[in-house]
């Protein structure tokens, strides 16, 4: 493995995280207008909508702070990979049947104002390549600086060959 990949890993975590945790955060504090987007999608039934937009701001968050302190990094990657695939889909769909609606993705959402154009691509392509990060760090898994690895939870770094060559040489 190439060694800037655990680097570009722990940056990569930091970004989703911090794009989770800023988005949960601007909807916690305003359950009703969360789940007003959700049901903007009209992809679900209005108890699930209801339900997905109440639990979607703490699952933000949560998996926000499990991506920056590096705690099950590997299963966090893969959340946050599976929504921002939902998110691409909910908001194609959107877009394929002329909805005119605010993303919610970070507060708000619902109806867009007469004169309020969607910005369904832009909001495609951040959270497509939000999914590509998500993918990554599910596929390389911690990074540097992360509790996995001080907990023993994801293996070790590997010794390169030379390294260990001049390690036995040192010490002999």
């Known amino acids: 493995m190439h060694p800037a990949v655990p680097w570009v890993t ?6 989703v995280a911090g794009v989770l945790i800023v988005a949960g955060w601007l909807k916690i504090g305003t359950p009703a207008l969360s789940v007003q987007a959700v049901k903007a999608y009209e992809l ?6 209801t339900a997905v937009g109440y639990g979607l701001p703490i699952l ?4 926000g702070v499990l991506l920056v302190v590096g705690l099950l990094t590997r299963a966090a990657g ?4 599976l929504l921002m695939l939902a998110f691409v889909a909910g908001i194609a769909s959107a877009w394929a049947r002329g909805l005119r609606i605010d993303c919610g ?4 959402g619902g109806k867009l104002a007469d004169g309020q154009e969607p910005g369904y691509l832009w909001e495609i392509l951040r959270d497509g390549g939000l999914f590509l990060l998500g ?5 390389f898994g911690p990074g540097r600086l992360a509790l996995d690895s001080a907990l023993g939870l994801a293996p070790g770094r590997e010794v390169d060959d030379d390294e260990g060559d001049d390690l036995a040489t040192a010490t002999t």
């Open 60 to 63: 933000e968050i949560v998996v």
């Open 78 to 81: 893969a959340v946050s990979a």
């Open 44 to 49: 679900l039934p209005v108890s699930v909508a």
């Open 105 to 108: 993705c970070f507060g708000g």
């Open 10 to 15: 722990t940056v990569a975590r930091l970004v």
């Open 135 to 139: 993918a990554w760090i599910t596929r």
